[in-house]
């Protein structure tokens, strides 16, 4: 970072600044040494985050080292933060100003030079602007950076001067570089000052004034020469600087005085003198020939100052990029460049080895700053003819191990890397300074030597694998090329030999040479084991440093463009390429579980390899290669590692640019054609058309068949590989095979050679078996989240018209499959793990899509007619996925989705990008990928991309991309709009091709042809996708009117909703198409029966289905204009003119307008969620002479249920809804296996007797279009009560699910299905399991008794209602909630009563509104209890309800014990609870009142105590607080109102007075001190030490309590007082007779 030397020439005092910002100023600083990629992207961050800042010094004084020390001088400037006056007045300030700015590095810097003073490219030509200097960095530690640019400079730094010995004062030191002893002979090469000459001849040091041992603090730079001889030396003058003031007019120049001199001899024994000298100074001249010596040696006759001692004490140091400053490094330079044109002698070749092995002991820094010219060197080595026998073998395996050591050292400096660990500087030299050596002619002396092979190397010859390895060596090796060097630079050619051995002698042809990549690749194969662990983990920098040199080896011999790849290389090199890649193979196989990371990097070099080969070597040769690679992998046991390292082989060798014509798209001769086909010549274009080619053998193309694989090589093992990972249960290798596969489709898209029709069919006809694959993984593809659920059910979960029940069309064996809403049961726990991923599932089907867009039509036509009816019907199954998967969601949930993949969400890094890779792949017409690929190139041509690779961008994995930026959603809600639209489309033509071409089995596909049709028409759609729907659905009704109006009638009904959803869209094309496609189905069912009774059906229960479930998603609005326009078309219609056809229109219309009203109804109420259950019960109730309609309600009543959490009603929905179904059933067939109408359900609940209104009188199955929907059939009972299971359990009825199924249990067991029955009993185990657990700890519900008074509530006026809330629902939180809902619905506030007595409306305001809230429980008789004793009977089938008012004599409502009474209001509702609603009616005839005496109170209240204390004892686990609660009310007699006192105001009375009343209450007392007693001990038990004296308290108090209440409940002390009464009375009547009788 720094050049050590000042900016300024003027400084001649040792100066040290101190800034007004307190901090201190230096001239040099030191950079950080980037030597990780993490610390280099940080420190990138922070430079690109940094401000600028300005620094201003304006405070100078001067040290003089004897005077003041370092140390000093920075105390003094800690003590200038407080107060810069007391330094001042210590030492001399010296006025001047210094500014320093300080600012993050930019790209590029305007008129800039180097270190060394060149100019940086652009660099203006005027003068105009100041130029900006580079400085050279002096790390404080080692920066690994090789040189890239020429530099040879020798910093001089000169430290102390001692002449205290000599005369002179005011020292000044004259430096010169010399090339002789002569004046003449400083050579110009010292840098200059920026205020002066560029080079000077000589330079001054700085002077201190009066100083005889001045300190330097100065540095000189030196722009040394290429080459050095012994006469450059460095000479330094010592002079006396006269500093006298001139008198006012003298301007006489002083010359300044010789004090002395001394020199450095710069270059000794072929090495540079560097490092710090103290050097002696004489005082005269020096002699002839003294560079040839150091000044250490005393020459005679000279004069020394301080007696030949060290004086002058100095530091030389260099940056350079010719003289290395580590010791091996320079001897192998010398020993090589000795050798490098000549044939060396035995000693000097055992030299130059020794020399190569040596370079291992290199210090790192060096040998990274020449690790290009060390690399070159190495290889001009490798390839080096020797003279030597014994040492021909030896030179290039010493020189291969170097390169390796070499390599790997550098790899492991942790130093910056790429995304696949490449080293940037290793690659950097791959791609900008390798140039493949030439082997160097072999003549001169070396001509007529034999040289041999067949000893083995100077190595380890104990090592049997190198022995045998070394063996191949002497087979005959034939070199490609012998090139013949011209003098004078002339173009180099080479000439073909391939007779040249490596056994035997050399050739006398003198041009016989040597090949880079032929023998690196031989090297490797026999180099030595130790070698073996460098070069394979650096295999990457080997396969490159080979691709370069055949490529440029190619280039040099015109064979890049020849047509004939196999004559390009030697067999014998093809022979060593699959020798190693097939060792490589083995390497990976035995060590991917030993060490994951060096096998995963091995293979991706490999790949890259083969990668690059395709573009040099034969194809055929290279397809061999990966054979070779899959039959090693194949030997091996199945692993993950490996599968996952076959994928990244594909993902890499597949980028090749020419992938396609590598797999020989569809085009010609390239299939087994049918017998009538006709042979023609095979066509290498890829833009050759297609249309007039002979239709190829699909049936073995259109599967992954031998045929295929042998004539797509390529794309074959890519889908084979995707086949067998989806038939696995490891999910993240699906998820990469599948994403190989999407890359590599998406990167066929996006190439703009592929654009035309007829090539992108060709390129397309590569996948074919793909359409195969995914229908014969259609089962493990994703189908149930984020809204695309189980799309290929019959019923759509989220259609409008069947919400509630899936039931499952199984292809297979017919049969149906009950879909609950719990999910249990339905896949196993293998399937889940074969599961396919949501995102993989939209790669796969992203891919499938492609392939039907743009596969030729007459191919694919001509594929569908080799498949059977299963098969078709499966690939209807894969495209109605399709449109679940990419449905259009809305800018809402694509805002959520971005804002959850920023935060970390599914992870995944991975799925942020998939949208746009989809893009890419389905937008072909579109110029969204051309955009892209032109931006990437632009931002490549920028610089802007990284570049890493030689000759092309390096590859990337999905994964490894860089995050996305947030996602703009205007943008990204138009590409996922347009997904959408184009994978519709492409799903609508592949379903008119179907139906057009598929003619035999048109009626057996047509059905789940609908369906599809039926799905693309519920999702959200385009405008222009709409049109081409409804186009294509009008057809179809057109062409298939039976398969419409008698076979699929369920299909009917949906597509009446799907219809009539489109009558209320704002857009009024889409109204106009959706009001034609209805009229043309009533008019077709019109014209088969002369009545359209089944659409009118279906119309009318598609509407009511909307209007219940989505009240406030249509338009009201335009719901009226669609109908309006429907009577029109009637009305127009010439045809139809003369019959009822218009007639029957118009009621349908009208019909549909009563339902409007009901709509206008509910969509008042929408805040009142009771209310709108009301209005929605009473208008299904109207339609319970329509079973259809009457379901639709109760199933949108239950759909409303569920998504406000009131399952137990919801339930209830649907055992209505199936006893609907059930009454059907009995009444058209009446089998006994059956439910008996509504009466089999009465054990649930009976409420369900009203759905018996359906009678014979007013249902006749066989009307047209009544109960014809798949509910009223066994498999709809049987979902309707599945789901109805499902809800009880859900509300924790675990005894109604019990009682679901025993209606259930008879179908499975007459249809024998004890698969089914299975799942039946495990579901009623697991609800007999929670309800062992929960059992008595259920709280089901709360009812709360509400009354209306006032004019405002309209119909609710002086009506009372019981309302069902969840379970521990405050009296408080309730009213709360009901005063404010009916507080903001009337517009004015709503008042509470607050008691519970007879409201009399004439008190009351009538413009008010007024609302009466009571908890009430369930009220049973006594014979009741008995019966209902769990919590389960208790909650269900209960109408009767009571609540307590207290009142007293005086009026008030509390009182006295005496006194106080209670009203008890028992209450009956019109039907049970729980019902279809949360709030029934209560009858106001059938109230009743009972009146409790003070006595009866009493005994009620001592109940409660009673059963509260035993529930305390008998709760498990025991809550010792409450425990104690409960004893503390109970026994303390202080307490008002207690036990105590309840016992002395109505038990201490005559024994003559005492009632039945008296005597239960007396009962109570005794069973409440029993349960106290029991108390106390179980309290004792619970308490620990602290609490003893409390338990002894608790003990007196009972104590005392029990002796008080002794005298009132023992019946024996009552009978003596009694019979002591009556003697006394007997005794009294004697006494009175004997006095009479005196008397």
Same mark, same amino acid.
């Given at each position: 970072?720094a050049?050590?030397?000042?900016s300024?020439?003027?400084?001649a005092?040792?100066?040290r600044t101190?800034s007004?910002?307190?901090?201190v100023?230096k001239?040099?600083?030191?950079p950080?040494?980037?030597?990780e990629a993490?610390k280099e992207?940080?420190l990138?961050q922070?430079s690109q985050?940094f401000r600028?800042?300005? $620094?201003?010094?304006n405070v100078?004084f001067?040290?003089?080292?004897?005077k003041?020390?370092?140390?000093?001088?920075?105390?003094f400037?800690g003590e200038?933060k407080?107060?810069?006056?007391?330094?001042?007045?210590k030492?001399k300030?010296i006025?001047g100003?210094?500014?320093v700015d300080i600012?993050?590095?930019f790209?590029s810097?305007?008129c800039?030079l180097?270190?060394n003073?060149w100019e940086i490219?652009?660099?203006p030509d @005027?003068?105009?602007?100041?130029p900006?200097?580079?400085i050279?960095?002096?790390p404080?530690?080692?920066?690994?950076?090789?040189?890239?640019?020429?530099?040879?400079?020798?910093?001089?730094?000169?430290?102390?001067?001692?002449?205290r010995?000599a005369k002179?004062?005011?020292?000044?030191?004259?430096?010169?570089?010399?090339?002789g002893e002569?004046?003449?002979?400083?050579?110009?090469?010292?840098?200059?000052?920026s205020?002066?000459?560029s080079?000077?001849?000589?330079i001054?040091?700085?002077?201190?004034?009066?100083n005889?041992?001045p300190e330097?603090?100065e540095e000189i730079k030196?722009?040394?020469p290429?080459?050095?001889?012994?006469?450059?030396?460095?000479l330094?003058?010592?002079?006396?600087?006269s500093?006298?003031?001139?008198?006012?007019g003298e301007?006489?120049y002083?010359e300044?005085?010789?004090l002395?001199?001394t020199?450095?001899?710069l270059?000794?024994?072929?090495e540079? =003198?560097?490092g710090?000298?103290? $050097?002696?100074?004489t005082?005269e001249r020096?002699?002839?020939c003294?560079s040839?010596l150091?000044?250490?040696?005393?020459?005679?006759n000279l004069?020394w100052?301080d007696?030949?001692k060290p004086?002058?004490?100095?530091?030389?140091?260099?940056v350079?990029?010719?003289?290395p400053q580590?010791?091996?490094l320079s001897?192998?330079f010398k020993?090589?460049?000795?050798?490098v044109?000549t044939?060396g002698?035995?000693l000097?070749?055992r030299?130059l080895?020794r020399?190569?092995?040596?370079?291992?002991?290199?210090?790192p820094e060096?040998?990274v700053?020449?690790l290009y010219?060390t690399?070159?060197?190495?290889?001009a080595?490798?390839?080096r003819p %020797?003279s030597?026998l014994?040492?021909s073998?030896?030179l290039?395996?010493?020189?291969?191990?170097a390169?390796?050591r070499?390599?790997d050292?550098?790899?492991? $400096?942790n130093l910056l890397?790429?995304k696949?660990?490449?080293?940037?500087i290793?690659?950097?030299?791959?791609?900008y300074?390798?140039?493949?050596p030439?082997g160097?002619?072999q003549?001169?002396?070396?001509e007529?030597?034999?040289?041999?092979?067949?000893?083995k190397?100077?190595?380890n010859e104990?090592?049997?694998?190198y022995?045998?390895?070394s063996?191949?060596?002497?087979?005959?090796?034939p070199?490609q090329s012998s090139?013949?060097?011209s003098?004078g630079?002339a173009?180099?050619?080479?000439?073909?030999?391939?007779?040249?051995?490596?056994?035997g002698s050399?050739?006398?042809n003198?041009?016989?040479?040597?090949?880079f990549?032929?023998?690196?690749a031989?090297?490797?194969?026999?180099?030595h084991?130790?070698?073996?662990?460098w070069v394979?983990?650096?295999s990457w920098?080997?396969f490159e440093l080979m691709i370069?040199?055949?490529?440029?080896?190619?280039?040099?011999v015109?064979?890049?463009?020849?047509?004939n790849r196999?004559d390009r290389f030697?067999?014998k090199f093809?022979?060593?390429?699959e020798t190693?890649?097939?060792?490589?193979?083995v390497?990976?196989t035995?060590?991917h579980?030993k060490?994951v990371?060096y096998s995963r990097?091995?293979?991706s070099?490999?790949?890259?390899?083969?990668h690059d080969?395709f573009s040099l070597?034969? #194809?055929?040769t290279v397809f061999?290669?990966?054979?070779?690679y899959l039959?090693?992998?194949?030997?091996?046991? *199945?692993?993950?590692?490996?599968t996952?390292?076959?994928l990244d082989f594909?993902?890499?060798?597949?980028?090749?640019?020419h992938?396609?014509t590598?797999?020989?798209p569809?085009?010609?001769?390239l299939y087994p054609?049918?017998?009538?086909s006709?042979?023609?010549?095979?066509?290498?274009?890829?833009?050759s058309t297609?249309e007039?080619?002979d239709?190829?053998?699909v049936?073995?193309?259109g599967e992954?068949?031998?045929e295929?694989?042998h004539?797509?090589f390529l794309?074959?093992?890519?889908?084979?590989?995707?086949?067998?990972?989806?038939e696995?249960?490891?999910?993240k290798?699906?998820?990469?095979a599948?994403e190989?596969?999407r890359?590599l489709i998406?990167?066929?898209d996006s190439?703009l050679?592929?654009?035309?029709? %007829?090539?992108?069919?060709r390129?397309t006809s590569?996948?074919?078996?793909?359409?195969?694959?995914?229908?014969?993984?259609?089962h493990?593809l994703y189908?149930g989240?984020d809204g695309?659920?189980?799309?290929?059910?019959?019923?759509e979960?989220n259609?409008?018209v069947r919400?509630?029940?899936?039931?499952r069309?199984?292809?297979v064996?017919g049969g149906?499959e009950l879909?609950?809403?719990?999910?249990?049961?339905?896949?196993?726990?293998?399937?889940l793990?074969?599961?396919?991923g949501?995102v993989?599932?939209?790669?796969?089907?992203?891919?499938?899509?492609?392939?039907?867009?743009?596969?030729?039509r007459?191919l !694919?036509?001509?594929?569908w007619?080799?498949?059977?009816i299963t098969?078709?019907?499966l690939?209807?199954?894969?495209?109605d996925?399709?449109?679940a998967?990419?449905?259009?969601?809305g800018?809402?949930?694509?805002s959520?989705?971005?804002?959850?993949?920023m935060?970390?969400?599914?992870? /995944?890094g991975k799925g942020s990008?998939i949208?746009?890779q989809?893009?890419n792949?389905?937008?072909?017409?579109a110029?969204?990928a051309?955009?892209r690929?032109?931006?990437?190139?632009?931002?490549?041509?920028?610089g802007?991309?990284?570049?890493?690779?030689w000759?092309?961008t390096?590859?990337?994995a999905?994964?490894?991309?860089?995050e996305?930026?947030k996602?703009?959603v205007?943008?990204?809600?138009?590409?996922e709009?347009?997904?959408?639209a184009?994978?519709?489309?492409?799903?609508?033509?592949? $379903?008119?091709m179907l139906v057009q071409?598929?003619?035999?089995n048109?009626?057996?596909?047509?059905?789940r042809?609908?369906e599809v049709?039926l799905?693309?028409m519920a999702?959200n759609?385009?405008k222009e996708v709409?049109k081409?729907i409804f186009?294509t659905q009008r057809?179809v009704v057109?062409?298939?009117?039976e398969?419409?109006?008698?076979?699929?009638?369920?299909q009917?009904a949906?597509?009446?909703?799907r219809?009539?959803r489109h009558?209320?869209s704002?857009?009024?094309?889409v109204?106009a198409?959706?009001?034609?496609?209805?009229?043309?189905?009533?008019r077709?069912?019109f014209e088969?029966?002369?009545?359209?009774?089944?659409?009118k059906?279906?119309?009318?229960v598609?509407?009511s289905?909307?209007?219940?479930?989505?009240a406030a998603s249509f338009?009201?609005?335009?719901?009226?204009?669609?109908?309006?326009?429907l009577v029109?078309y009637?009305?127009?219609d010439e045809?139809?003119?003369?019959?009822?056809?218009?007639d029957?229109v118009?009621?349908l219309a009208l019909?549909?307008?009563?339902i409007?009203?009901?709509?206008?109804?509910?969509?008042e109420?929408?805040?009142?969620?009771e209310m709108?259950?009301?209005?929605?019960?009473?208008?299904?109730?109207?339609?319970?002479?329509?079973?259809?309609?009457r379901?639709?309600w109760?199933?949108?009543m239950?759909e409303?249920?569920?998504?406000r959490?009131n399952?137990?009603e919801?339930?209830m929905c649907m055992v209505?809804?199936?006893a609907?179904?059930?009454?059907y059933?009995?009444?058209?067939?009446?089998?006994?296996?059956l439910?008996?109408?509504c009466?089999?359900?009465?054990?649930i609940?009976?409420?369900?007797?009203?759905e018996?209104a359906?009678s014979?009188?007013?249902l006749?199955?066989?009307e047209e279009?009544?109960?014809t929907?798949?509910?009223?059939?066994?498999?709809g009972l049987?979902g309707? !009560?599945g789901?109805?299971?499902a809800?009880?359990?859900e509300?924790q009825l675990?005894?109604?699910?019990?009682?679901?199924h025993r209606?259930?249990?008879?179908?499975?067991?007459h249809?024998r299905?004890? /698969?089914?029955?299975e799942k039946?009993y495990?579901?009623?185990?697991?609800c007999y399991?929670?309800l062992v657990q929960?059992?008595?700890k259920?709280?089901?519900?709360s +009812?709360?008794?509400v009354g209306?008074?006032?004019m405002l509530f309209?119909d609710?006026?002086?009506?009372?209602?019981?309302y069902?809330e969840?379970a521990?629902?405050?009296l408080?939180?309730?009213?709360? *909630?009901l =005063?404010?809902?009916?507080s903001?619905k009337?517009?004015?506030?709503?008042?509470?009563?607050k008691?519970s @007595?007879?409201v009399?409306?004439?008190?009351?305001?009538?413009v008010k509104g007024?609302?009466q809230?009571t908890?009430?429980?369930?009220y049973?008789e006594e014979?009741?209890? *008995?019966?209902r004793?769990?919590v389960?009977?208790?909650y269900m089938?209960? #109408?009767?309800f009571?609540?307590?008012?207290p009142y007293t004599?005086?009026?008030k409502?509390?009182?006295e014990?005496d006194?106080?009474?209670i009203?008890?209001?028992?209450l009956?509702t019109?039907e049970?609870?729980? +019902?279809v609603?949360?709030?029934?009616r209560v009858?106001q005839?059938d109230?009743?009142?009972?009146?409790l005496c003070?006595?009866e109170?009493a005994?009620i209240?001592?109940?409660?105590k009673?059963?509260?204390l035993?529930?305390?004892?008998?709760?498990?686990?025991?809550d010792?607080?409450?425990?104690?609660m409960?004893?503390?009310?109970?026994?303390a007699?202080?307490?008002?109102?207690?036990?105590?006192a309840?016992? *002395?105001?109505f038990?201490e009375?005559d024994?003559?007075e005492m009632?039945l009343l008296?005597?239960?209450?007396r009962?109570?007392?005794?069973?409440f001190?029993r349960r106290?007693e029991?108390?106390?001990?179980?309290n004792k038990?619970l308490?620990t030490?602290?609490?003893l004296d409390?338990?002894r308290?608790l003990q #007196?108090?009972?104590?005392e309590?029990?002796?008080?209440?002794?005298?009132?409940?023992s019946t024996?002390?009552?009978?003596?007082?009694?019979r002591?009464?009556?003697?006394?009375?007997?005794?009294?009547a004697?006494h009175?007779r004997?006095c009479s009788t005196?008397?």
């Amino acid at each position: 970072v720094a050049d050590r030397r000042g900016s300024t020439p003027e400084p001649a005092r040792k100066l040290r600044t101190a800034s007004n910002a307190s901090q201190v100023g230096k001239s040099t600083t030191e950079p950080v040494s980037i030597d990780e990629a993490s610390k280099e992207s940080t420190l990138l961050q922070l430079s690109q985050n940094f401000r600028p800042v300005t $620094l201003t010094v304006n405070v100078f004084f001067k040290q003089e080292s004897d005077k003041l020390r370092d140390e000093d001088l920075f105390r003094f400037l800690g003590e200038m933060k407080r107060s810069s006056a007391a330094l001042s007045r210590k030492f001399k300030s010296i006025p001047g100003n210094l500014k320093v700015d300080i600012s993050a590095p930019f790209e590029s810097i305007p008129c800039c030079l180097t270190s060394n003073l060149w100019e940086i490219d652009p660099f203006p030509d @005027n003068k105009s602007r100041r130029p900006t200097r580079e400085i050279e960095e002096f790390p404080s530690h080692e920066v690994f950076h090789p040189y890239c640019t020429y530099k040879n400079m020798l910093y001089i730094h000169p430290l102390t001067l001692d002449f205290r010995s000599a005369k002179g004062r005011n020292i000044g030191v004259r430096v010169q570089f010399m090339a002789g002893e002569e004046k003449e002979e400083a050579c110009p090469a010292i840098y200059g000052r920026s205020c002066g000459p560029s080079f000077l001849r000589e330079i001054w040091c700085p002077v201190l004034y009066h100083n005889r041992n001045p300190e330097f603090y100065e540095e000189i730079k030196i722009e040394l020469p290429a080459k050095l001889t012994d006469k450059h030396h460095l000479l330094f003058t010592f002079f006396q600087i006269s500093c006298q003031k001139q008198k006012q007019g003298e301007m006489n120049y002083i010359e300044p005085t010789f004090l002395g001199c001394t020199w450095i001899p710069l270059f000794r024994n072929g090495e540079i =003198q560097l490092g710090e000298f103290n $050097l002696c100074v004489t005082a005269e001249r020096p002699p002839q020939c003294y560079s040839q010596l150091s000044s250490d040696v005393a020459l005679p006759n000279l004069k020394w100052i301080d007696g030949h001692k060290p004086v002058f004490k100095l530091n030389l140091s260099m940056v350079s990029s010719i003289h290395p400053q580590d010791p091996n490094l320079s001897n192998f330079f010398k020993s090589y460049y000795s050798l490098v044109s000549t044939f060396g002698t035995d000693l000097e070749e055992r030299a130059l080895g020794r020399t190569v092995s040596g370079l291992a002991k290199c210090h790192p820094e060096p040998l990274v700053k020449f690790l290009y010219i060390t690399l070159n060197n190495l290889a001009a080595l490798l390839v080096r003819p %020797s003279s030597v026998l014994e040492e021909s073998a030896d030179l290039p395996c010493r020189t291969f191990e170097a390169m390796c050591r070499i390599v790997d050292r550098v790899q492991h $400096l942790n130093l910056l890397a790429d995304k696949h660990d490449r080293n940037m500087i290793l690659a950097s030299y791959i791609q900008y300074v390798f140039n493949t050596p030439l082997g160097q002619q072999q003549s001169g002396a070396f001509e007529g030597r034999m040289a041999t092979l067949s000893k083995k190397p100077s190595m380890n010859e104990k090592d049997e694998e190198y022995t045998k390895r070394s063996s191949s060596m002497t087979r005959p090796h034939p070199r490609q090329s012998s090139v013949p060097l011209s003098g004078g630079g002339a173009e180099v050619e080479y000439e073909e030999e391939p007779t040249a051995h490596r056994s035997g002698s050399f050739s006398s042809n003198p041009s016989t040479r040597k090949l880079f990549h032929e023998e690196l690749a031989l090297q490797w194969i026999v180099c030595h084991p130790k070698t073996k662990p460098w070069v394979l983990a650096n295999s990457w920098f080997f396969f490159e440093l080979m691709i370069k040199s055949m490529a440029q080896y190619l280039q040099r011999v015109s064979k890049l463009n020849s047509e004939n790849r196999k004559d390009r290389f030697s067999s014998k090199f093809y022979r060593d390429i699959e020798t190693l890649v097939s060792f490589i193979s083995v390497e990976i196989t035995e060590k991917h579980i030993k060490d994951v990371a060096y096998s995963r990097k091995l293979n991706s070099s490999l790949a890259f390899f083969i990668h690059d080969s395709f573009s040099l070597m034969d #194809r055929g040769t290279v397809f061999g290669l990966i054979r070779h690679y899959l039959k090693k992998f194949s030997l091996s046991p *199945k692993d993950y590692n490996l599968t996952e390292f076959r994928l990244d082989f594909y993902r890499i060798v597949c980028s090749h640019e020419h992938y396609i014509t590598l797999n020989l798209p569809l085009g010609g001769v390239l299939y087994p054609m049918s017998a009538s086909s006709q042979h023609s010549s095979p066509s290498g274009s890829i833009s050759s058309t297609f249309e007039n080619l002979d239709l190829p053998n699909v049936e073995a193309m259109g599967e992954l068949s031998y045929e295929f694989r042998h004539y797509h090589f390529l794309s074959g093992l890519v889908m084979s590989e995707v086949a067998m990972v989806l038939e696995g249960k490891n999910f993240k290798l699906r998820e990469q095979a599948i994403e190989v596969l999407r890359d590599l489709i998406a990167s066929h898209d996006s190439d703009l050679r592929f654009t035309g029709v %007829s090539v992108r069919a060709r390129v397309t006809s590569i996948y074919l078996p793909l359409l195969s694959v995914v229908m014969d993984n259609y089962h493990r593809l994703y189908k149930g989240a984020d809204g695309w659920e189980d799309w290929s059910t019959t019923f759509e979960r989220n259609t409008e018209v069947r919400r509630s029940v899936v039931i499952r069309d199984n292809s297979v064996d017919g049969g149906w499959e009950l879909v609950d809403g719990s999910g249990e049961g339905d896949l196993s726990e293998n399937t889940l793990e074969q599961l396919v991923g949501p995102v993989s599932t939209r790669n796969l089907l992203i891919c499938f899509l492609w392939v039907l867009k743009n596969m030729d039509r007459k191919l !694919l036509i001509y594929w569908w007619t080799t498949l059977s009816i299963t098969r078709l019907n499966l690939l209807l199954n894969v495209l109605d996925l399709c449109v679940a998967c990419f449905e259009y969601r809305g800018k809402r949930n694509l805002s959520t989705q971005s804002s959850n993949s920023m935060s970390g969400i599914g992870g /995944g890094g991975k799925g942020s990008d998939i949208k746009s890779q989809i893009a890419n792949a389905i937008l072909s017409g579109a110029g969204t990928a051309r955009m892209r690929l032109q931006e990437r190139r632009q931002k490549m041509a920028q610089g802007l991309a990284d570049v890493h690779r030689w000759g092309k961008t390096y590859w990337q994995a999905a994964s490894e991309q860089a995050e996305r930026p947030k996602v703009d959603v205007e943008v990204d809600a138009q590409i996922e709009g347009n997904l959408a639209a184009e994978c519709s489309l492409v799903v609508l033509d592949t $379903l008119e091709m179907l139906v057009q071409t598929q003619s035999e089995n048109v009626n057996s596909m047509l059905g789940r042809g609908l369906e599809v049709l039926l799905h693309l028409m519920a999702c959200n759609q385009s405008k222009e996708v709409l049109k081409n729907i409804f186009a294509t659905q009008r057809a179809v009704v057109w062409k298939f009117p039976e398969l419409v109006f008698e076979e699929e009638t369920e299909q009917c009904a949906e597509l009446c909703a799907r219809l009539l959803r489109h009558f209320s869209s704002s857009q009024p094309e889409v109204r106009a198409w959706a009001c034609a496609s209805i009229y043309l189905l009533m008019r077709q069912n019109f014209e088969l029966g002369n009545t359209f009774a089944r659409v009118k059906v279906q119309v009318t229960v598609a509407l009511s289905s909307i209007v219940a479930g989505t009240a406030a998603s249509f338009n009201e609005h335009h719901l009226r204009r669609s109908l309006k326009t429907l009577v029109l078309y009637a009305d127009n219609d010439e045809a139809f003119r003369e019959t009822n056809f218009p007639d029957q229109v118009r009621d349908l219309a009208l019909n549909l307008h009563r339902i409007l009203l009901d709509t206008i109804k509910m969509q008042e109420f929408q805040d009142d969620p009771e209310m709108l259950m009301d209005l929605m019960y009473r208008i299904s109730k109207g339609y319970q002479n329509s079973p259809d309609l009457r379901l639709t309600w109760l199933q949108s009543m239950a759909e409303k249920h569920t998504n406000r959490k009131n399952y137990t009603e919801a339930a209830m929905c649907m055992v209505h809804g199936a006893a609907v179904v059930a009454e059907y059933l009995y009444l058209l067939e009446g089998r006994p296996y059956l439910p008996v109408g509504c009466v089999a359900f009465q054990n649930i609940s009976p409420n369900v007797i009203e759905e018996s209104a359906i009678s014979d009188d007013m249902l006749t199955p066989e009307e047209e279009g009544i109960c014809t929907s798949k509910f009223f059939t066994e498999h709809g009972l049987i979902g309707l !009560l599945g789901q109805a299971a499902a809800l009880f359990k859900e509300a924790q009825l675990y005894e109604a699910v019990n009682e679901v199924h025993r209606l259930v249990i008879p179908i499975y067991e007459h249809r024998r299905s004890y /698969g089914e029955l299975e799942k039946v009993y495990r579901k009623l185990g697991d609800c007999y399991k929670e309800l062992v657990q929960r059992g008595e700890k259920r709280f089901l519900c709360s +009812y709360f008794r509400v009354g209306f008074y006032g004019m405002l509530f309209g119909d609710l006026e002086q009506q009372e209602f019981i309302y069902k809330e969840p379970a521990l629902t405050r009296l408080s939180d309730f009213s709360l *909630k009901l =005063q404010k809902l009916y507080s903001e619905k009337l517009g004015t506030e709503v008042q509470l009563l607050k008691d519970s @007595n007879e409201v009399d409306s004439s008190k009351l305001d009538s413009v008010k509104g007024y609302l009466q809230v009571t908890f009430v429980e369930p009220y049973y008789e006594e014979w009741e209890q *008995k019966d209902r004793v769990t919590v389960y009977e208790k909650y269900m089938n209960t #109408r009767r309800f009571v609540y307590s008012t207290p009142y007293t004599s005086s009026g008030k409502a509390h009182g006295e014990l005496d006194d106080q009474c209670i009203r008890r209001t028992v209450l009956t509702t019109a039907e049970s609870f729980p +019902y279809v609603k949360k709030r029934i009616r209560v009858f106001q005839e059938d109230k009743v009142e009972i009146e409790l005496c003070p006595l009866e109170v009493a005994i009620i209240g001592m109940q409660e105590k009673v059963k509260s204390l035993r529930q305390c004892i008998e709760q498990n686990p025991l809550d010792a607080k409450l425990l104690q609660m409960q004893l503390q009310g109970g026994i303390a007699t202080a307490v008002n109102q207690g036990p105590f006192a309840i016992a *002395k105001t109505f038990l201490e009375v005559d024994p003559s007075e005492m009632t039945l009343l008296h005597r239960k209450l007396r009962v109570c007392f005794k069973d409440f001190t029993r349960r106290c007693e029991v108390a106390l001990e179980v309290n004792k038990q619970l308490i620990t030490e602290e609490q003893l004296d409390y338990q002894r308290q608790l003990q #007196r108090k009972f104590k005392e309590f029990k002796d008080k209440l002794e005298p009132m409940v023992s019946t024996k002390k009552k009978h003596k007082r009694s019979r002591e009464k009556a003697l006394i009375n007997i005794a009294t009547a004697r006494h009175s007779r004997v006095c009479s009788t005196g008397d």
